[in-house]
């Protein structure tokens, strides 16, 4: 059962707009329409950004955005802020399990 | 308003047990599957268990397949994780999850030394 492949950090600078991809298999992102991304600040619980792919849940910016494509999913980031800076997790559901991905560190220059 | 509030987390020798409780308010648990989700020190978030919402469905990651058991009360709207063999590896906030509407608790933490 291995994690969901994401880059360990990305950044950019206020204003910009980033990108974090998520990588698994046909087993898991590629076969799934219950993809998610969860955003963690440090000593928090995760929040919910994303589901099913591209969805916000109430409340969440629209600066936010998912997608997928193939085997990997992505959540862009538009207009980054300050307050963005935090963990990203991205997590499939797969079949009997679900599966979350290593995680990204967000920093805002 | 959903809240979810874990409890039962603490010191625990190594091959020991402990079970973790979640304690659901704010909508009908009975609808809803329900998940354990655990973050190591420092770590990723990594998904343990769930179950369905009458209890007759349960999964389980491999890394604790055989030794831990997820469990529900629906009369006390009540989620459990049975934690055994308890090891080093098992550290970590555990948090209760419940993954359509995106609602988690604050997590319980749980030592495994000696």
């Known amino acids: 059962q291995s994690a969901l492949t994401q880059p360990a950090s990305v950044s950019g600078s206020p204003g910009q707009s980033i990108t974090i991809s998520c990588t698994g298999t046909?087993?898991?992102?590629?076969?799934?329409?219950?993809v998610s991304w969860y955003q963690q600040h440090p000593g928090k619980a995760p929040k919910l950004m994303i589901f099913?792919?591209?969805t916000r849940p109430s409340g969440v910016s629209n600066r936010f955005s998912g997608s997928k494509s193939g085997n990997t999913a992505s959540l862009t980031i538009s207009g980054l802020q300050a307050e963005d800076e935090a963990d990203y997790y991205c997590c499939s559901n797969a079949g009997i399990r679900e599966v979350f991905g290593g995680g990204t560190k967000l920093t805002v220059l | 308003e959903v809240q979810l509030v874990e409890s039962g987390g603490g010191l625990v020798q190594p091959g020991g047990s402990l079970r973790l409780s979640c304690a659901a308010s704010?909508?009908?648990?009975?609808?809803?599957?329900m998940h354990w989700v655990r973050q190591a020190p420092g770590k990723g978030l990594v998904w343990v268990s769930r179950?369905?919402?009458?209890?007759?469905?349960?999964s389980y990651a491999d890394s604790v397949k055989g030794r831990f058991t997820i469990s529900r009360d629906n009369a006390k709207n009540t989620l459990y994780l049975q934690m055994d063999s308890l090891t080093a590896e098992d550290t970590a906030v555990y948090y209760c999850a419940r993954f359509m509407g995106g609602y988690w608790g604050q997590g319980t933490l749980v030592t495994v030394s000696s």
């Open positions: 704010g909508f009908t648990f009975s609808n809803y599957w």
């Open positions: 179950v369905n919402g009458d209890g007759s469905a349960t």
């Open positions: 099913e792919v591209s």
């Open positions: 046909s087993s898991d992102v590629g076969g799934s329409n219950f």
